[in-house]
């Protein structure tokens, strides 16, 4: 069973910083694709970025393209979201998604297994 586990959520200033990570489990972990998402009251889900587990290809939205990095580390069954220059805009509940596939899927329909979520709050 696949099964998909959100920490590293928080308060914090803008202008800081925050690691979020996804622990994966019950599942080859090459075989798939991870994706970040997040989702503020009253707003829809928003896929912020993804990675392929077998292939390493990365994909970012617009909005945090250079403050956020995803990264993986296959021996802890790990994805990481490095985020940086955090701004209030940022405050959401995040996600971590799989999706069978080793490479960054198609559409975020794509995306099958979910966690429960982490928060991240910015203050301003």
């Known amino acids: 069973e696949v099964h998909l586990v959100e920490s590293g959520g928080a308060l914090v200033q803008a202008g800081g910083s925050l690691r979020l990570s996804c622990a994966a489990s019950g599942f080859t972990f090459d075989d798939y694709a991870i994706g970040w998402f997040r989702q503020a009251p009253g707003k829809e889900r928003e896929e912020v970025s993804c990675i392929g587990l077998l292939d390493g290809s990365t994909e970012s939205a617009d909005s945090v393209k250079g403050r956020f990095t995803i990264s993986s580390d296959a021996a802890k069954n790990t994805v990481y979201l490095q985020m940086n220059s955090l701004k209030p805009e940022d405050t959401a509940v995040y996600y971590c998604?799989?999706?069978?596939?080793?490479?960054?899927?198609?559409?975020?329909?794509?995306?099958?297994?979910w966690g429960q979520g982490t928060q991240v709050t910015v203050s301003s």
């Open positions: 998604a799989a999706a069978v596939g080793g490479w960054v899927p198609r559409t975020s329909r794509d995306y099958k297994f």
